[in-house]
DNA sequence: CTGAAAGCGCTTACAG
DNA sequence: CTGAAAGCGCTTACAG
C-alpha cells in the first residue's frame, strides 16, 4: 500500500523498457490476451501495479476508435431544472446507469435544454459517446429521424411515430390511459378531467385511451376537462386552480404523471375540497414516492428501471450492428387511495 | 438543409485536400486561430459545413491530453438507487450541470456504490476525466486524500476534517443544526430526538450544534434521542417505529435531510400521532418539495444549486493550477408549518 | 499567413 | 510466444 512508488503515470512504452520487452507485448498482457506466456504477463501486471502505471485511455480511445461513454439526453421541453426533478427521470437514470455498469459502460449526461437536437450532433458530447438514449421525443421526432441517419446508433424512450427511422423503447400509452380511465368509471365518476400536453406524443396517446374507455361506459367527452398541463409543479397548481374556479364540474382526474397528481392533490386540498373524496386521482408512472403519499396514489405503473434496461440493451445490440425491433412496455393499473375506490383492492 | 451530403464524415486531411491547403491550416481554422486569413478561414469553414465535417474528438481528446469531462461521484453509504432518487442530489447535480454547460464540459455520472473509491483511480472514467467531483465524503475521508495525490484534481462536497488534503465544499453544519434546534426550543419543545448517523462528518457537525442549542437552554441531551437513521425511506420508517413503540418521551425531531423528514412525518401519522401538534419536525436541504409537503416543511436551507456552481467553479481553478480555498456555505433556517410555530413568521 | 513534420500513447496485423 | 512497425487523426512549435 505505501510504498507505490508516487511517479509521474508512465508511459507504455517506459514499462516495457522496465519489463524488458517490447511495448506490444505489454499492451497484449494488460488486455489478457492469451497469446502472452501466463509468467510473462504475471511479471508485467506486477510491474505495472509496482510503478502505478494505468493505460492512457485517451490513446486507448483514440486508438481504439471507441470510448465507452454513452451519453443520456433528457428532451424536455421548458427548464431543465424541474422536469430533471421529477422521480421518473431519476429512476430512468438509475435503472440505465446500473444496465450499462453491468456492460462496462460510463455514462455522459448531456445537458437538457435545447431548441433543435441537431445541435447535439455536433458537439463533442456526441462525437465522444459509443451511442445515445434519449428520453422523450418532445416535439423533435422528425430531427431525431435526421440523427440516426448518423453513424452513432441511439435509441429513444417515447410514442411509437409514423415514418419513425429510429429505435424506439416505450411505455403502453393508451392502455394505461384507458385503464386510469375505466377506474375510475368504475368508481362511479363521470366528470373526469384529463392532465396533460397532448400535443406530446405520449400524452397524446394516453388521451386517446382516455376517450377509448369514455366511449365505452357512453360518457360524453368534455373538452373543458382536458388541460394541457406541463410536466411542471408550478405550472400544474396554476391551471388547476383555474379549472377548479371556473366552477366546470369535474369529480376525477387522470394526471401526465405521479409528480403532476402530487401537485394536483396539493391544490386541491389547498382549495378546500377533499381527495379521493371530492375528486379522485389517478396518477402515472408509479414512482417511488407514490405509495408514501398521501392519500396514497393510484397510478399506471411503467417499470421504469427496466425501462432503463431495455433501452440500454436495445443499443448494446445497436452497437453490435444487430437490428433492433421496437419495444413497447405494457402498463399495469396500482389502484390504492387517492382514486377513492374501496381499500384492499389490488393495494400496494 | 437537404443538400447535405451524407458522406462518411471526412478526415481533416481530406477535408485539406478539398480545400487545397495543408492539415495545419484546417486545424488553425476550424479552432479559429488568428494567424489565418478569414477569407481562407471562411472558406474553410464552409467546405466543412458542406462535407459534413466534424473534428475527430477522440483524436483531439488525445493529442491535448483532455477531454472536456468532469466526472461527478455520488459517495452513497448503501444501495444507490435510493440514494440517488433525494432531491438533494439532484438539485446539486443540477447545479453542477449548467454551471458545467457554461464552462462548455461535459458531465459523466460515475456508477455509485462503491466500497472502496481507490478502485476509481484505475477505473476508465476517471482516467477520461479531466477532473472529478465527489458528492459526500461518506466515509471515506481518508482515501480521497490518497486521491487528492494524483494529476487528476478533485473537489469534494463534505465537511471539514483533520489532515484534509483535497478541496473542500460543504454547508456549515454546526450552525445548521443548531438553528433547527434552537427553533424548537423556542417553540417550546423540550425533548428533541436527532434524526441521523452521527458517524458521517456532516451528521456529526450538526449534532454537535444540536447539542450545542439543548445547552445553551439548559436542556439535558437524552442520548436515547439520538437515532441513527441513515439517509433512506425504508430506515426511517423502521427506526422512527420503533422510537415510537418505545415510549421514549419525545415532542420534536431535527432531521437529516427533508427527505428523513417527509418519511418521518408519514410515519408519525400512520401511528395516529400529528405533525406538528404532537411532533415539531425540522427537515435539512430544503428541498423543491419541502413547500408542497403537508404540512409544509420547516427547514435548514442549504442553497444546493449554488453549491453545485461553486463546485465547479474550484475545480476549475485546480485544472487552472490555482490554490483553492475550501469553501464553506450558510446555513438558512427557513420556518414553515412542520415545526409547529406560529405561522406567518419567516414562512416561505 | 501557410506548410512540412514531429509526435501524442496506444493496438494489432504481420513476421518470425 | 514475442518484436518491429504501421498508423489511428489531430495540434503545434518551427520554418519560411
Given at each position: ?10 508511459t ?8 524488458g520487452?517490447?511495448r506490444?507485448?505489454v ?8 497469446r ?13 501495479e ?18 465507452g ?9 421548458i ?5 430533471m ?12 446507469a ?9 455514462l455522459?449526461?448531456?445537458h437538457?435544454?435545447m431548441?433543435d437536437v441537431?445541435?447535439l450532433q ?5 462525437q ?7 428520453i ?11 440523427i ?8 429513444v424512450?417515447?410514442?411509437p411515430?409514423?415514418?419513425q ?12 390511459g384507458?385503464?386510469?380511465t ?5 368508481v ?16 397524446a396517446l394516453?388521451?386517446s ?6 366511449r365505452?361506459?357512453g ?15 408550478q ?11 371556473s ?11 405521479d ?5 394536483a392533490?396539493?391544490t386541491?386540498n389547498e ?12 396518477g402515472?408512472?408509479?414512482i ?5 403519499a ?8 411503467q417499470?421504469?428501471?427496466w425501462?432503463?434496461?431495455v433501452?440500454?440493451?436495445?443499443l448494446?445490440?445497436l452497437?453490435n450492428?444487430?437490428v ?16 377513492g ?8
Open positions: 500500500m505505501k510504498q507505490k512508488k508516487i511517479t509521474a503515470p508512465t507504455m512504452q517506459e514499462l516495457a523498457d522496465i519489463a520487452v517490447s506490444g507485448t499492451s497484449r498482457a494488460l488486455s489478457d490476451s492469451p502472452v506466456k501466463e509468467k510473462t504477463k504475471a511479471r508485467i501486471l506486477a510491474l505495472a509496482k510503478h502505478n502505471y494505468r493505460v492512457n485511455q485517451k490513446a486507448r480511445n483514440f486508438r481504439l476508435r471507441r470510448s461513454v454513452v451519453c443520456v439526453v433528457f428532451m424536455l421541453d427548464k431543465s431544472e424541474q422536469h426533478s421529477d422521480p421518473f427521470f431519476l429512476e430512468m437514470l438509475g435503472g440505465i446500473d444496465c450499462l455498469a453491468e456492460h462496462d459502460l460510463d455522459l449526461l448531456a437538457a435544454p431548441t441537431l445541435e455536433d458537439s463533442r458530447v456526441f465522444n459517446s459509443d451511442g445515445v438514449i434519449f422523450g421525443q418532445g416535439k423533435q421526432h422528425d430531427r431525431l429521424n435526421v440516426a441517419k448518423s453513424d452513432t446508433p441511439i435509441v424512450w417515447g410514442a411515430m409514423p415514418g427511422r429510429y429505435c424506439r423503447v416505450g411505455g403502453d400509452n393508451v392502455t394505461g384507458y385503464l386510469a375505466r377506474h375510475l368509471l368504475e362511479g365518476r363521470r366528470h373526469i378531467a384529463f392532465f396533460g400536453d397532448v400535443s406530446l406524443p405520449e400524452i394516453r388521451f385511451g382516455y376517450k377509448k374507455a369514455l365505452e361506459q360518457v360524453k367527452l368534455d373538452r373543458r376537462l382536458q388541460i394541457d398541463i406541463p410536466f411542471e409543479m405550472h400544474a397548481r396554476e391551471s388547476i386552480d383555474e379549472l377548479l374556479n366552477r366546470t364540474k369535474f369529480d376525477a382526474a387522470v394526471c401526465g404523471s409528480v403532476m397528481a402530487l401537485s392533490i396539493a386541491i382549495s378546500g375540497l377533499r381527495v379521493p373524496d371530492d375528486i379522485a386521482i389517478v402515472y408512472d408509479d417511488g414516492l407514490a405509495r408514501y398521501s392519500p396514497t396514489l393510484t397510478t399506471v405503473r417499470n421504469i428501471r425501462a432503463g434496461r433501452l440500454v440493451e436495445s448494446l445490440s452497437l450492428s444487430q433492433v425491433a421496437d419495444t413497447t412496455l405494457s402498463s399495469e393499473l396500482i389502484v390504492r387511495q387517492s382514486s375506490a374501496q381499500p384492499g383492492k389490488n393495494s400496494t
